[in-house]
């Protein structure tokens, strides 16, 4: 199965390009980038054609540094329903944890994986073989997240550090302009890294009814992009029949059209169980539930299928080592 891009990120792309003194028009058509569906939140195109479209521009641009033009233009839709439960996240370390999660939305050619340590967070960003991990694209990605981040925490914020596999360009200094911090060129790996505080700190547009909405559309957008992604597929029905009560493999099973032992035997083929899955989601809504306050905890137990909040808060415990109601006042 070919590997695939989300067609509102290319929107950034063509105004970065157009932005550098050259019209994307063309490149577009040689590549057959339909401009109609750059505003459909569910279309993709061919991995491949956006590698091109970013390699073919950097031949044309003579600017090594265009890539950081991303700061500029990048808006919250060019994510789609990952950039606004970015803007919504509880903290900088919740939102790249969504980054990561939710990665495969934007693009289906590389990884971001966070490495936590004393020092901080880092997020490293990794490219599928597929991708000729060009530095302009790479450094967009990088100016991307920081104006994300900025977005967020505010103005003021600066990552503790960045380093970059390729060499050090003529134009470095546009570097420490945009990210005020040291910059490592021609490191083993592209790396952003945030201080604890920055990582850990409670952000004052912290939504979590609206985070948890926009996670659960792209849990199943993600469903539905890969068909074969059984795990993805039944958590998605799980969370649609939690509230339901008595989730059971058979009722979800049933609502994936196949047979329980079907159901088993492919989550088996993926070294999960059922049981695990449903864990593993009330886990995940429970901490985003206890942070919105307009949600007792009576109504996040019934959320989450419990059929008394005694259930609830054992699990809760075993989860968390504290009560629910000693996380939330926490």
């Known amino acids: 199965m070919s590997l695939t891009y989300s067609a509102p990120a290319v929107a950034l792309t063509l105004k970065i390009i157009e932005s550098s003194g050259v019209n994307p028009d063309p490149l577009m058509r040689k590549l057959c980038i339909d401009p109609q569906k750059i505003d459909d939140p569910n279309a993709r195109f061919p991995y491949k054609r956006i590698d091109t479209l970013w390699a073919e521009a950097a031949a044309l641009i003579d600017d090594p540094c265009f890539g950081l033009k991303a700061a500029i233009y990048w808006h919250p839709s060019n994510l789609s329903a990952l950039g606004y439960a970015w803007l919504s996240s509880s903290s900088l370390r919740t939102a790249l944890q969504r980054l990561s999660k939710y990665m495969r939305m934007l693009t289906e050619g590389a990884i971001i994986e966070l490495e936590e340590a004393s020092d901080g967070l880092s997020v490293v960003l990794r490219y599928k073989s597929i991708s000729r991990q060009q530095p302009t694209r ?98 998605s029905a799980i969370i649609q029949h939690l509230p339901d009560g008595n989730i059971s493999d058979s009722i979800v099973a049933e609502a994936l059209y196949m047979n329980p032992r079907t159901l088993q035997r492919r989550l088996q083929k993926e070294n999960t169980t059922f049981k695990t899955l449903v864990n593993s989601v009330r886990q995940e809504l429970a901490d985003r539930y206890i942070l919105d306050s307009s949600k007792g905890l009576a109504e996040i137990s019934y959320l989450l299928g419990f059929s008394e909040m005694s259930s609830f808060s054992r699990a809760f415990k075993r989860w968390t080592g504290e009560t629910p109601s000693r996380y939330r006042e926490r």
């Open 138 to 235: 790479t450094d967009s990605a990088m100016a991307m997240l920081v104006t994300m981040c900025r977005a967020n925490y505010g103005a003021d914020f600066s990552p503790a550090s960045l380093s970059l596999t390729h060499p050090s360009p003529d134009c470095s200094d546009k570097f420490y302009e945009l990210f005020h911090c040291p910059v490592n060129f021609g490191a083993p790996d592209n790396r952003f890294t945030l201080t604890p505080e920055s990582a850990a700190k409670h952000l004052p547009g912290s939504n979590p009814l609206l985070s948890t909405l926009h996670d659960q559309y792209m849990i199943n957008y993600l469903a539905q992009l890969d068909h074969t992604n059984i795990q993805e597929r039944v958590k």
